[in-house]
DNA sequence: ACACATATATCCACCGTAGATATATCTGCT
DNA sequence: AGCAGATATATCTACGGTGGATATATGTGT
């Protein structure tokens, strides 16, 4: 089983660990959510979403987490971040914050 | 053949851009370059590096250059950035840029 | 009750990546 | 000058990740 607490986090797991960010979801809730947060720009199949999400399961990212109300759908399977979720996403910021730092002085500095 | 002017870039098509943005490099030097400018965390492998570079080329996204000096290595073959590579090299920072900003705000709130 | 939408889950085919390998040639050392 | 090792480009292959199609169950609305 690949390891998803690797740097720099894949992309999809990036985009998952961020639109738990800021409440729990389900799982089509969260692609809705990549969706909306990139502007469209990142679009999560099934297949990579529920993979993606068993994965980080089992690598004590995300955890199951109660329906926000008493009369929501039961099919729905809630997850929330876990503290090394939340740390790990924080890694991954500070890397791409570097990241693009970098970028915008070299893209910049050519107007010369 | 992949279409490599899609946004989000690949990582590699994106590091690449991004060791070229200030000086013409050949293949090696970018792969030195982009490991350098990553503080180690991204890594070219030979195949991805000549296989991203011949995309990048049939995409009009680098160009040859001359070599930077009279008696450089005669094997080795400069890449430049064209202006559509340096243009979208400036359309995914931007990309990066607001992700990266949502994602500060995001990790700091949490803070309350 | 029936049709349709939603939700989780799995399967498979394709694409992208990384490493191994091949070949050529430059550099340094004796 | 000759030899050894390093450097450089390039290709091939195996593996892993992604995304779409599909399956199944269940909720929702008419």
Do not use: C, N, Q
């Not at 985009?15 to 389900?26: E, V």
């Not at 068993?54 to 004590?60: L, S």
């Not at 008493?70 to 971040?81: G, N």
């Amino acid at each position: 089983m690949p390891d998803t607490t690797d740097l720099p986090l894949r992309p999809p797991v990036f985009h998952i660990l961020l639109a738990l960010s800021t409440a729990a979801r389900h799982g089509l809730g969260i692609a809705d959510e990549v969706e909306a947060a990139s502007e469209g720009a990142v679009t999560l199949g099934p297949g990579t979403l529920y993979r993606s999400l068993d994965e980080m399961w089992d690598g004590g990212l995300v955890a199951p987490a109660s329906p926000p109300s008493e009369d929501a759908d039961p099919r729905r399977k809630y997850y929330r971040l876990t503290e090394s979720g939340r740390a790990l996403l924080e890694a991954e910021v500070a890397r791409l914050e570097r990241l693009v730092d970098l970028a915008k002085v070299r893209v910049a500095g050519e107007r010369a």
